[in-house]
């Protein structure tokens, strides 16, 4: 039984920091770029508008996904103790390797679309003006 804990807890610990940090970059975030707390990308620290929309973006993405991801992981936790141990440890690890997975492919379509928006000095691109 605690090595069924020790795994249910193992896969619940990155989803529900993920939520965490995704309402403290919506919610809390500082106003302005630093390098101590918040989600930093070059193309999001340019200016004050780059980073503010950043922050509203990387917050409203890793929430969800952390909220989505602990209900998705809490259903499939709830299946350990009926598997064998080596059994419930291959799925211990297959779901934190999609977590993780996961998590990169967020941080690629956040960091795309900043810098689909604003150049690397944090200005507005000029070919997303009016559009």
Not at 25 to 49: D, H, I, Q, W
Not at 81 to 102: F, R
Request: hydrophobic share 55%; aromatic share 12%.
């Amino acid at each position: 039984e605690g090595i069924v804990s020790v795994a249910r807890i193992a896969v619940m610990v990155g989803p529900i920091l993920l939520f965490v940090a995704g309402l403290a970059y919506l919610l809390l975030a500082p106003k302005e770029a630093n390098y101590t707390f918040g989600y930093r990308c070059a193309f999001g620290m340019g200016s004050v508008e780059a980073w503010r929309f950043t922050q509203r973006l990387a917050g409203a993405v890793w929430s969800v996904l952390g909220l989505v991801l602990s209900i998705m992981m809490f259903s499939r936790t709830g299946k350990f103790a009926d598997l064998e141990i080596s059994e419930m440890l291959l799925a211990a690890v297959k779901c934190l390797i999609w977590q993780t997975a996961i998590v990169a492919v967020s941080c690629l379509a956040i960091n795309t679309a900043v810098m689909a928006r604003f150049t690397y000095s944090g200005e507005y691109r000029k070919d997303r003006v009016g559009k």
